[in-house]
């Protein structure tokens, strides 16, 4: 049995499995979490473990294998929702920038949230903080590439970048 043959005839199903099990996590997309089932079948074909195998058992072994990342991966990192504090129509674009948690009265946690924006920050490229500075004024991702002469895909490109970059800095 080849893989490709295996991911043709799984693909459609596994890609309803992925938004489905989405809907509950916003720091990833469906595209996220396809990639990270196709890896672990390649692992599980690597080792012969989907010799003989009905794609309905296949299926069910993504399902569980991805329940249990997200669970994992929900327990491991701490979250910053910059989408919570743009909610608060009180908020400046500093405090947004700083991710400071006004109801946190944790000064240690406060200090640290300044040290991750402030590595953040350094490593983004000039194209990046002018995406995230868009973003953070509620403009859309058309709205955006037509500020910044760009097309909606790249602005949807950078901000996966920048939301890859803020996976090392947030996620423990």
């Not at 099990?21 to 990639?35: R, Y």
């Not at 701490?78 to 919570?84: G, L, P, Y």
């Not at 402030?118 to 973003?135: G, Y």
């Amino acid at each position: 049995m080849n893989f490709d043959t295996i991911v043709e005839r799984i693909s459609p199903t596994l890609k309803n499995i992925t938004y489905k099990l989405n809907g509950h996590f916003t720091f990833f997309n469906d595209d996220d979490l396809l990639q990270e089932s196709l890896l672990h079948l390649w692992l599980e074909y690597q080792e012969g473990k989907l010799e003989n195998k009905t794609d309905s058992y296949i299926l069910q072994g993504c399902y569980f294998y991805l329940k249990n990342y997200l669970r994992r991966v929900n327990t491991d990192m701490k979250f910053v929702s910059i989408e919570a504090l743009l909610d608060d129509e009180n908020t400046s674009s500093k405090e947004i920038l700083s991710l400071r948690d006004k109801h946190s009265e944790n000064d240690l946690d406060n200090l640290n949230n300044k040290i991750i924006v402030e590595n953040l920050m350094k490593s983004f490229d000039k194209r990046e903080k002018d995406v995230l500075n868009l973003i953070a004024r509620g403009l859309t991702t058309r709205e955006i590439g037509d500020k910044l002469d760009i097309s909606h895909v790249a602005v949807i490109k950078i901000t996966n970048k920048i939301r890859g970059k803020c996976g090392k800095y947030v996620w423990k």
